[in-house]
């Protein structure tokens, strides 16, 4: 069994930063890409951040330069540094990753419960 728990949000001023971190736990034999998305109610689920196992990194227009996502292997962590947050980053921030769990040979996509992230005055 596989779980992914995050933590990290709240309410936060426009301009202010939050980071949220979700960490993987089971029986876990490797991670390929984890990953950040966002959905606000009756909008499509965003993909805000990507991270590769070695490190590569790719994010949406929208939170380039403002947004830095990152990972510790050794802890199976994934982070997402918010800074210079504005109103429409409102929403509830869900971890993805890609993990191959012992005993299996393929690698499944799992989430986190979410974490809801509040940027307002």
């Known amino acids: 069994q596989v779980q992914l728990v995050e933590s990290g949000g709240g309410l936060v001023q426009p301009g202010g930063s939050l980071r949220l971190s979700c960490a993987a736990s089971?029986?876990?034999?490797?991670?390929?890409?984890m990953a950040w998305y966002r959905q606000a109610p009756g909008k499509q689920r965003e993909l805000v951040a990507i991270?590769?196992?070695?490190?590569?990194?790719n994010y949406a227009d929208s939170v380039k330069g403002r947004f830095t996502i990152s990972r510790d292997n050794a802890k199976n962590t994934v982070y997402l540094q918010m800074n210079s947050l504005k109103p429409e980053d409102t929403d509830v921030y869900s971890c993805?990753?890609?993990?191959?769990?012992?005993?299996?040979?393929?690698?499944?996509?799992?989430w986190g419960q979410g974490t809801q992230v509040t940027v307002s005055a």
């Open positions: 991270i590769s196992r070695g490190g590569g990194t």
């Open positions: 089971g029986s876990i034999f490797s991670i390929n890409n």
């Open positions: 993805n990753a890609d993990i191959r769990y012992s005993g299996s040979v393929y690698y499944s996509g799992y």
